[in-house]
Every structure is written in structure tokens, then in C-alpha cells.
């Protein structure tokens, strides 16, 4: 757990076609269900300070235990952070999310560290979000999500599913 910002609760991945990354997690790994959005989208997002239409992708939410796997797939071109890492980088893990009910407040506080702001956004009707980052290359960025009620009952069913999981249904559809 980190000292400063609680527990990590979700690796974000970035991978560049995600029904071959579905298959490898529930298939090879044995981890899921996996619940899937495609067409996320954001209601505001701005890159290292410049505001960027919403950057388009798929994303797949399963859970390894406590620790939530998401799995993101950004489509087409673009200056997004997740666009930026799948063309810099072929993909990979990208960052390591911690939850917060003080969003605000642990934003501030990464920023007074001496974090720097990678980007920021909202996702349509959902919480808001913070990249910072790394100060060592080929380290992972973090993220700070707001952790609103119904988020939180999402992420809890996502994780009570993937405890009785039985290897069906291995991905389903969410929004």
C-alpha cells in the first residue's frame, strides 16, 4: 500500500486489439469475467495541459483477485495518453490506479509532491481521473480515479463476480 495514496486497486493495460487480450486473460490466465464498453467515452479530457477531444476507445473491466485489471484499446489515431503509449510502446501496462473519496484533496497533494500532470478528464456520467507522470522511464504512470458510489458498486460487483467465476460468460457487456 502506498503511504501517500492507499492501496493500488487497478493495473491499466493498454493492449492493440482487445478481443485478442480478452482471450489471453480468461483463456491463459483464468482471469474474469470481464465486463466490456466500447465507445467510452469522455465528458472532458486534456493532454499535459491542452484540452483533446474525447479520445476514442474500448475498455474491459475484470478483476484478479482485489486487484482490478482494465484493459484499454484506443482506436484510430490520436494524442491521448493511451494512443501516445500504444504507439510509443506496442502496449503494456500503462499505469496503476488508486481509488479515491478525496479526490480533490489527493490531486492537490500528488501536485504539491512534485507530481507532474500527464492528463486529466471525466468520463460521461462517471468519475473523474488524474495521470501523473513518472519521474523514471519504463515505470507505470498513476492514476487517481474519484471513487463515486456508483462506481464503487460497479467495481464491487465486478469483483463478486470474478469470485465465483466459472469460467462461462467470459466477457460481458457494461453500459
Known amino acids: 500500500m ?3 495514496f492507499g492501496p493500488a ?3 491499466g493495460i493498454v493492449v492493440a486489439n482487445l478481443d485478442t487480450a ?3 486473460w480468461t483463456n491463459a490466465l483464468g482471469v474474469g469475467p470481464f465486463y466490456r ?3 467510452l467515452e469522455s465528458a472532458y479530457f486534456f493532454q499535459r495541459g491542452e484540452p483533446l477531444a474525447s479520445p476514442a476507445m474500448s475498455i474491459a473491466l475484470g478483476n484478479w483477485g482485489d486487484l482490478q485489471i482494465e484493459l484499454i484499446c484506443p482506436h484510430g489515431e490520436g494524442g491521448s495518453t493511451w494512443h501516445r503509449f500504444l504507439e510509443n510502446c ?3 501496462l500503462h499505469h496503476i490506479s488508486t481509488w479515491s473519496e478525496y479526490f480533490d484533496r489527493d490531486v492537490a497533494r500528488a501536485a504539491e509532491m512534485g507530481r507532474i500532470e500527464e492528463c486529466r478528464g471525466q468520463v460521461v456520467d462517471g468519475p473523474r ?3 501523473f507522470q513518472s519521474d523514471i522511464g519504463g515505470q ?3 492514476e487517481i480515479s474519484e471513487l463515486l458510489p456508483q462506481s464503487a458498486e460497479i467495481y464491487r460487483h465486478i469483483r463478486e463476480e470474478a469470485l465465483h467465476w466459472d469460467g462461462r460468460n467470459a466477457v ?4
Do not use: C, H, V
Open 140 to 142: 507505470p504512470l498513476l
Open 129 to 131: 481521473y488524474t495521470y
Open 22 to 24: 480478452l482471450a489471453y
Open 172 to 175: 460481458r457487456t457494461l453500459g
Open 90 to 92: 506496442g502496449g503494456g
Open 2 to 4: 502506498s503511504r501517500e
Open 37 to 39: 464498453i466500447d465507445g
Open 9 to 11: 486497486k487497478q493495473n
